[in-house]
């Protein structure tokens, strides 16, 4: 007669739960830590550039909308929200239990760890990671993120589109114009097709070295090994994509609409700033500039682009903006968009940890099915 297991402990079901606990180690918990040192530090050296840029000018004197910055304050947040909500309504879709709950400690849990990491590692391995912890089986974990992978590329595409006509194409010609820039565009597509291009090589390599037999019979199971897995798992996310188009069509649509949101939203911060210093403000334009400033700054290999965003935002926004708003303006700038939201979602993040720990067991839910 075979015994039931014993009940788990609260303590061990929550440890099972815990997105830092032991499916992602001691790597999380280590970079959130310095999250945690680092943010304060870098927050106070931010408002410091905002009291040296200001000198002697009050504050209250050199803003014309002080409301503009209130409202920026509060839209900040509308992204992170946003972002979760898209996860837990698509994850409900494909019968995962990970709830807005889930979903919250995903993004905030991210928003972290992104923030002490390059910002050219991406936020997709960084996710995948906070998915798996939060139990998802890794492959629909990669169904999750390719959802939102091709929704965020369509929603940003079609809006940065939108923002060149409306400004009828006339910041290319500013940017034309400045050699620097146009350099530094040109270098960063070479190294981008150069990477590629090498991996396409190693590629094109090592499988011409396994169909050669070069390699040792134990190197060629591994790699067949490896070859299985990645076309299980493709399979496994082209059957939750084919069971998107089929039957997700109104939550695609649904998802689709917060992303819209999401980054309009997003990206409009830099102009409801440079309105609260008295710059006449212009919405397309304004966006685009935020939208190419984040594009820059996320190549450059410093944590969360600190340094290239307040570069890009300089070197954009001059052609546009007055010299003497600029340097108050990028610093407040920073503030609100980078280290308001980072602070919340370090506040949102631990709260629902501490809260998950008292929680109850999960059910399994890695290997569930699309919904019907």
């Not at 898209?86 to 993004?107: E, K, P, Q, W, Y």
């Not at 940003?156 to 620097?180: C, E």
Request: glycine share 10%; charged share 15%.
């Amino acid at each position: 007669m075979t015994l039931p297991d014993p009940p788990q402990s609260t303590h061990e079901a929550a440890s099972r739960r815990d997105a830092l606990g032991l499916h992602l180690g001691a790597l999380p918990r280590r970079t959130l830590g310095l999250a945690l040192w680092l943010l304060p530090v870098l927050a106070l050296v931010n408002i410091a550039v905002l009291v040296w840029s200001l000198g002697a000018i009050d504050l209250a004197e050199r803003l014309v909308a002080p409301h503009m910055l209130a409202l920026a304050g509060v839209l900040v947040f509308v992204p992170m929200l946003a972002n979760a909500l898209r996860f837990a309504i698509t994850s409900r879709f494909l019968g995962l239990d990970l709830g807005f709950g889930g979903s919250l400690r995903v993004i905030t849990g991210t928003i972290l760890a992104n923030s002490v990491t390059p910002s050219a590692v991406g936020g997709m391995p960084i996710k995948v990671l906070f998915l798996v912890g939060e139990g998802i089986e890794i492959r629909r974990a990669v169904s999750l993120i390719s959802f939102q992978a091709a929704e965020d590329a369509l929603s940003l595409f079609g809006l940065a589109a939108l923002a060149a006509t409306l400004t009828g194409f006339a910041m290319r010609d500013v940017l034309a114009a400045d050699p620097d820039f146009a350099l530094h565009a040109a270098q960063s597509l070479q190294v981008g097709a150069i990477i590629l291009a090498g991996a396409l090589a190693a590629f094109v390599v090592v499988g011409a070295l396994i169909r050669a037999g070069v390699l040792s019979l134990r190197v060629r199971a591994a790699l067949s090994g490896l070859w299985r897995r990645v076309r299980l798992s493709l399979t496994m996310v082209a059957r939750d994509w084919g069971a998107l188009l089929r039957r997700g069509k109104a939550v695609a649509l649904l998802s689709m609409g917060l992303a819209l949101v999401q980054w309009s939203v997003r990206f409009s911060i830099a102009g409801l700033v440079l309105a609260a210093f008295g710059t006449s403000w212009q919405p397309a334009l304004f966006w685009l500039l935020q939208y190419l400033v984040q594009s820059i700054s996320s190549v450059i290999p410093s944590p969360g682009g600190v340094g290239g965003a307040e570069a890009g935002f300089l070197l954009l926004f001059a052609p546009f903006v007055e010299r003497a708003v600029l340097l108050p303006a990028m610093s407040m700038w920073r503030l609100l968009f980078f280290y308001l939201p980072l602070i919340g979602a370090a506040v949102i993040f631990f709260s629902l940890r501490r809260r998950l720990r008292g929680g109850p067991a999960p059910r399994p839910h890695g290997a569930c099915q699309p919904a019907e």
